[in-house]
């Protein structure tokens, strides 16, 4: 059986693309069914206490004002109801919106009005007078509240230690100790999350459209609350304009939507403010400390590494941070440890390469501290200390090309033209620096299933209920199936974002090519099964003599090896069965246990900074990646240029700012809350080295939605010492603390 | 505290996309809801609702603006072009094609105001260079980070000299 489309591996332009460039892709909120009503939220201004009076009686009487919500009057029926957990909560009580009177975080939902027009719920919703009991007093700044730190049976270990860390370090000539500190950080996807749901009372029955970055985490959650079979609540999400994590778990327009649609019975559109948007999950604020040492030639002796992030008072968020700094690095002396320290916050949420980000953006410059104390280049410090094995685990990896990334980055870059004195690079009044780090992200694979159904008409249909956040989806997953059936991409549509598609897991973790695509794959060679069955019965004089094995695949034909095809079509109208249709259910290979599965990056940086000014901006990135097998160079490159621009505004540029007397965000808005914008983004080459693994997946792709991002912060807060020899251990480097 | 009861609607009449659209709504409703909720043109995005973001960049006369900062009773009398207004029939803009060719886009939400702000810089003349592209097309966000490929897709457009217009 041979299959000679090359369809995967080759550039390929989204399949959604001109739906995106007109204006046509439907998002959530632009669903606007017949005799829908506007929902609009009211948050909470204190960060603990309690609600003593909530008057609506103004807002009730605005004319075209439907109802208010408050906990007052919310459905005594979902508040007995325990379950609001969604499939990513942590452990731990859920937040339940309109409960009680109880306020646990600044920025908490207490209201929603709901108005014929948006204009008018959001007119209302500022009639809405709150009184609050409140002590005053709300804990939220991390580094402040260290004592607090705890470990429990809830938090997952971080690997056991190994070898004697404290003793090697003491004994050690060389070596550093050093703290980073990084501050709570905001998705912000372009779309605001919204939902729009209608409620079927005949059927009792809930149709949602909701931002989510899978459907079934939204369906779960509704299926919950309501104490409702889950067929019975049918989640669209069909395109979702950006997610980077956010879209995990469902967030709060979602219950507010669907209780009120009940209740009125009415469809509801509820859309979150810019503002509403820093009122939920988020990166943790985390303190990290990290001791290193090295012989001296460079050969680390020890490390040892803590780290403290933040959750809320309600649920255990926990992030990998730690482990990397254990698994990186040939060393025999390694101490992890991981706490958590609970703030008046909202539970934070996965956020672009959450926990992998944080833990080597502190180990990257750590590295880079040991380096200029050793008196070696950074890059072969990496080099010599270079782990041929997943140190925590012993294992083997499935495939590790970082070497080949070390060396592609550095000739591209021009690494040998650093000059390892800081300040010693200049050019009129800018210092220029060079830094570099390496990335590492999980290789993982989950459960997943397709559909695949092909018609008399020739076309192919692939199903799965996963999401395009942006990554290409779509496309990626169509390539797959095109090339696999041996059809021209034109005639295979990939659809998913609805709960009635085949399950898939939700998208995030960088896992969907690896999951999905690998059902898509394993549906497809089904499908070919099939279409080969079909063709013997259908033309017995061409296959009943010959093995699949000498079928050929290609371009909408079977064919075998003298010659003889036949179209797919011709097949498929040979009798009045006409379509083919075939699903599966895919999960990892089990010799997969026997491996560890990461992809890899070297990260490498030119900075400029304004001698007198403090300006940094950051001219050149040159990011290698070992990704094992790129399906779409196209969007696979858009997926690290994205991981970069990450990686600028981590190091230089994002911050959420807490007043920590009333526990609240004060740059909750997109003016305040700086992002990188065009201007901050320059020249960004990406490479992918040539890497095969024929052991994470049956396609040999590992993803690759956070690697781009990982070690981009640390490689320009380390180009940032080379040019000026000042190291900013606490992010964001902004011009203030380098004057 | 004093307050009204509800604003009295009016009816106003745009030029949208080449067409005029006659309309009954109260005087508060920005034109970026105006496009969205009532004239179904929701091409044109909500990032913030409050001129940060240029998700919501249409072409008014043929200058980009924030749709968000202007109520629609302002721009009565004007030509207003939203993205769904680029195309002709069939054919896509240059601009669009540009942005697919260079994959200037991930989720796809900012893309129509950054396509819009495109149109409206060649409209000036503008972005002879790489720094005033990048200055230029900066009231754009775009979370997914494809700046590195919006600003290829830009300057192609500018090297061939291609036509804003609508």
């Not at chain 1, 999401?467 to 779509?474: E, S």
């Not at chain 1, 890899?600 to 290698?624: F, K, Q, T, Y």
């Not at chain 2, 005033?132 to 457009?157: Q, T």
Request: glycine letters at 8%.
């Amino acid at each position: 059986m041979k299959v000679l489309n090359n369809i995967t591996g080759v550039a390929t332009t989204r399949v959604d693309g001109r739906k995106k460039v007109t204006g046509t892709a439907p998002y959530t909120a632009e669903f606007n069914p017949a005799n829908l009503v506007h929902g609009y939220i009211v948050n909470s201004t204190i960060s603990t206490g309690t609600i003593t009076k909530i008057d609506t009686t103004k807002a009730l009487d605005v004319a075209g004002v439907r109802e208010v919500f408050t906990h007052e009057n919310a459905p005594l029926s979902v508040k007995i109801n325990a379950d609001y957990s969604d499939p990513m909560a942590p452990p731990g009580s859920p937040f339940r919106p309109l409960y009680n009177d109880q306020i646990l975080y600044n920025g908490q939902p207490i209201a929603m009005v709901v108005a014929d027009t948006f204009e008018t719920a959001r007119y209302a919703a500022g009639l809405i007078e709150v009184a609050y009991n409140t002590s005053g007093k709300s804990t939220t700044n991390i580094k402040d509240n260290l004592d607090r730190a705890f470990t429990d049976d809830d938090l997952p270990d971080p690997p056991k230690p190994r070898g004697n860390a404290k003793k090697a370090y003491q004994e050690s000539e060389i070596k550093i100790e050093a703290a980073y500190l990084q501050p709570r950080e905001y998705h912000n996807p372009m779309e605001p999350f919204a939902t729009v749901a209608q409620w079927d009372a005949d059927e009792e029955r809930f149709l949602i459209y909701d931002k989510i970055q899978g459907v079934a985490s939204s369906q779960g959650y509704i299926a919950g609350i309501f104490n409702m079979e889950k067929e019975k609540v049918r989640v669209l999400s069909e395109f979702v304009g950006g997610g980077f994590g956010s879209g995990l778990r469902p967030q709060y327009q979602l219950f507010f939507a669907a209780m009120a649609a009940k209740v009125l019975n009415l469809p509801v559109k509820v859309v979150m403010t810019r503002k509403q948007m820093f009122s939920f999950g988020h990166r943790p604020a985390c303190f990290q400390e990290f001791k290193l040492s090295t012989d001296k030639n460079g050969k680390l002796t020890s490390i040892q590494h803590k780290a403290y992030g933040e959750t809320s008072q309600f649920e255990k968020y926990t992030e990998t941070i730690v482990d990397w700094s254990g698994l990186m690095y040939a060393c025999e002396n390694v101490e992890l440890n991981y706490k958590l320290v609970p703030l008046d916050v909202y539970t934070p949420n996965d956020m672009r390469a959450p926990g992998g980000t944080t833990g080597m953006y502190g180990l990257e410059c750590a590295m880079d501290e040991l380096a200029v104390k050793a008196g070696i280049d950074p890059l072969e410090l990496r080099l010599i200390n270079y782990a041929e094995k997943d140190q925590n685990e012993g294992k083997p990896f499935s495939s590790k090309e970082l070497k080949a990334c070390y060396s592609r980055a550095a000739e591209k870059f021009g690494w040998k033209n650093r000059k390892a004195e800081p300040r010693s690079h200049k050019e009129g009044h800018t210092l220029i620096g060079y830094g570099m780090a390496t990335g590492v992200w999980e290789a993982l694979q989950q459960k997943a299933s397709a559909k695949a159904i092909f018609t008399a008409e020739g076309h192919l249909t692939v199903s799965a209920a996963t999401a395009d956040i942006g990554t290409g989806t779509y496309t990626v997953m169509a390539q797959i199936a095109a090339e696999t059936v041996g059809l021209p991409l034109e005639h295979v549509t990939f659809k998913l974002g609805d709960s009635t598609l085949p399950k898939s897991p939700i998208e995030g973790g960088s896992w969907t090519v690896s999951s999905v695509g690998s059902a898509v794959k394993m549906v497809c060679v089904s499908l070919r099964e099939k279409i080969y069955a079909r063709a013997q019965e259908t033309h017995p004089e061409l296959f009943a003599e010959s093995m699949i094995e000498d079928a050929r695949f290609e371009k909408g034909e079977l064919s075998i090896r003298d010659g003889r095809a036949v179209s797919f079509m011709e097949i498929l109208n040979a009798d009045e069965r006409k379509s083919i249709e075939t699903s599966v259910n895919s999960e990892p290979a089990e010799n997969r246990d026997n491996y560890s599965c990461y992809t890899h990056s070297c990260v490498m940086v030119e900075v400029h900074v304004d001698e007198d000014l403090g300006m940094i901006r950051v001219p050149r990135v040159v990011n290698a990646i070992a990704g094992g097998k790129i399906i779409n160079p196209k969007t696979a490159e858009s997926q690290i240029l994205g991981g970069v621009t990450w990686g600028i505004g981590m190091a230089i540029e994002e911050e959420g700012m807490m007043d920590d007397r009333e526990g609240r965000i004060m740059n909750a808005n997109l003016a305040e809350y700086h992002m990188p914008i065009n201007a901050d983004v320059q020249e960004i080459d990406v490479i992918f080295v040539e890497e095969k693994d024929e052991i994470v997946n049956p396609l040999g792709a590992k993803g690759l939605g956070e690697i781009g991002m990982v070690g981009t912060a640390a490689a320009i807060a380390n180009a940032v010492y080379n040019a000026t020899g000042k190291r900013i251990r606490e992010l964001p480097i902004t011009l203030d603390k380098l004057l | 505290m004093e307050y009204k009861n509800y604003p009295e609607t009016h009816e106003i009449e745009l030029q949208l996309n080449g067409t005029s659209q006659k309309l009954t709504i109260s005087p508060w409703t920005t034109l970026l809801d105006a496009l969205r909720e009532y004239f179904q043109l929701t091409g044109t995005k909500k990032g913030c609702d409050h001129g940060q973001c240029g998700a919501c960049t249409v072409l008014v006369d043929g200058k980009a603006i924030n749709s968000c900062l202007s109520l629609a009773m302002m721009q009565q009398g004007k030509k207003i072009t939203t993205v769904e207004g680029l195309a002709q029939g069939e054919n896509l803009h240059p601009v669009q094609q540009a942005f697919i060719e260079h994959d200037a886009f991930q989720c796809g939400y900012c893309t129509p105001g950054q396509i819009c702000s495109t149109v409206g810089l060649l409209n000036m003349k503008k972005g002879n260079t790489p720094e005033e592209i990048r200055d230029l097309m900066s009231g754009n966000i775009c979370r997914c980070g494809a700046y590195a490929n919006i600003f290829k897709a830009v300057e192609e457009m500018v090297q061939k000299e291609v036509s804003g217009t609508p």
